[in-house]
């Protein structure tokens, strides 16, 4: 026997629209305030994905509702062979039409994306995307209406910060290995480290040179591997 007409309203557009606006009213009741960081990506290699000098210009106000409410979860504080590491992790949910409206109108992508910062007043931390699990509440009434954003605690790396937020922008001025009491390092051409374009760097190294001078006295052929050709 097939289900009810009278309860099934998994189709029903309405009816998914009013849960929709329920949850919506939910966060701005219950959420904070916080600010998304979209990532940037200079010069980056499209072989490998990577992209050594990333930089953050641009700030968006956004409700989400702290799902991690008995405070943060993960590795938490604990001491590696290195130093001192600070593990925190919290859950933020943000719901998917209030990230379009707010961001997606600006930006180029429609969901929040590994990688990108969040910029949390309540403690002044910033937290870096890790994972976006988009079935989070599973298809209420047939359709799904936020993610959930897992975060870690962000751990800078030389990322420059351009936001016009002050508490943002500090992080580059506390931490940055490019800088010495707020004040940038330059090369001998007058260009700032931070801003030194990697590819053209890449460009001047001569590679093929030193390798042509090393075939002329190491033999790595398979008689002879590892000497320098007196065999």
């Given at each position: ?127 870096e995307i890790k994972y976006v ?99």
């Amino acid at each position: 026997m097939a289900t009810s007409v009278f309860f099934n309203n998994f189709a029903s557009s309405q009816e998914q629209l009013l849960i929709e606006n329920l949850i919506v009213e939910s966060i701005k009741i219950y959420g904070h305030d916080v600010l998304y960081l979209p990532k940037r990506l200079g010069n980056k290699d499209e072989i490998f994905g990577e992209a050594p000098s990333s930089f953050f210009n641009a700030s968006y106000l956004i409700e989400m509702y702290i799902k991690s409410v008995d405070g943060f979860t993960g590795d938490g504080t604990l001491f590696s062979k290195f130093n001192l590491e600070i593990r925190d992790r919290v859950t933020f949910t943000v719901t998917r039409r209030v990230f379009s409206e707010e961001i997606s109108t600006t930006e180029a992508f429609q969901r929040p994306r590994e990688g990108d910062l969040i910029y949390f007043p309540l403690n002044g931390k910033i937290f870096e995307i890790k994972y976006v699990d988009n079935l989070a509440m599973f298809y209420q009434l047939g359709a799904l209406q936020v993610w959930d954003i897992e975060c870690e605690l962000y751990e800078y790396s030389n990322e420059r910060f351009d936001t016009g937020i002050p508490e943002v922008d500090q992080v580059q001025d506390l931490y940055s290995t490019a800088l010495v009491d707020g004040t940038a390092l330059v090369d001998d051409s007058g260009v700032t480290l931070s801003d030194i374009n990697l590819n053209a760097v890449e460009s001047t190294i001569d590679n093929d040179d030193l390798q042509s001078e090393s075939d002329g006295f190491i033999d790595f052929s398979e008689r002879d591997p590892f000497s320098e050709g007196q065999l």
